[in-house]
């Protein structure tokens, strides 16, 4: 059990890559506190975890939660060794079409949350020489059209994460990131809603399919969180089937 007595939280955790992480930590021994705005999924995952997880209902885009995650973490598990900020939501749009609403919804949901839960968590994480895992996107690596809004947090995402490995490394936290290419419920919307994307995005990928979230992403997430990354540190992993080659 490579997490065995290690406790997570993750963010945007009752569906998609966050579920599936949620689901491999747990297998590995870990507990989890999981955080969405989707109470169905939320209570159904909890449901199904069998007390090793535990669903909180908070709303990520508001400051004052970001501590209140926090102590949910510590009251329900004792400490918290692992924070997982996955959840993330955005719009698509050409650049001269991107608004502000659209600007403040990606960084709301995503960058400053990723922020405030790293600052919130840092304590506990000190104490336990804990690990932070952060998601960038492809969307930012490349500057992947329509994407502004959410390829734009996406790069604050890796910037702030890549000062935290150095700032944080005194503490024995290391901070990385992950960036994935799953076939999540929003994916396969988009796809299906797009003919065309689909056969584009896996002709660029070398492995030819999209990743599972649980087997897959969930998989390189327990490796970041447990004693076998203890030496890395400010590192993007592309877990993309070879999509991208970072140099």
């Not at 500057?143 to 005194?170: C, D, H, L």
């Amino acid at each position: 059990m490579r997490l065995a007595d290690k406790v997570a939280i993750v963010t945007g955790g009752a569906g998609g890559i966050g579920r599936g992480i949620v689901r491999a930590f747990t297998k590995e021994g870990a507990k989890v506190l999981f955080v969405d705005i989707n109470d169905d999924a939320g209570n159904a995952l909890e449901d199904e975890l069998d007390g090793a997880g535990r669903f909180l209902g908070a709303d990520i885009s508001k400051e004052d939660n970001a501590a209140a995650i926090v102590d949910a973490a510590v009251e329900a598990f004792g400490k918290v060794d692992v924070l997982v900020n996955n959840a993330h939501a955005s719009r698509q749009a050409p650049l001269l079409e991107t608004t502000q609403a659209m600007l403040d919804l990606s960084f709301g949901t995503g960058f400053y949350p990723t922020f405030w839960l790293m600052k919130a968590a840092h304590a506990q994480l000190a104490v336990n020489q804990g690990s932070v895992i952060n998601f960038a996107s492809g969307a930012g690596i490349e500057g992947q059209v329509n994407q502004g809004s959410y390829a734009a947090a996406k790069e604050a995402i890796r910037a702030i994460s890549r000062v935290a490995a150095n700032e944080w490394a005194p503490d024995n936290i290391n901070v990385n990131i992950i960036s994935p290419l799953a076939l999540t419920e929003g994916v396969e919307a988009y796809v299906k809603a797009n003919p065309g994307v689909e056969d584009a995005l896996l002709a660029k990928t070398p492995l030819h399919r999209f990743g599972d979230p649980e087997s897959d992403i969930g998989r390189v997430a327990v490796f970041l969180a447990s004693e076998d990354a203890a030496y890395m540190t400010g590192q993007t992993l592309m877990v993309d089937g070879g999509s991208i080659k970072l140099r």
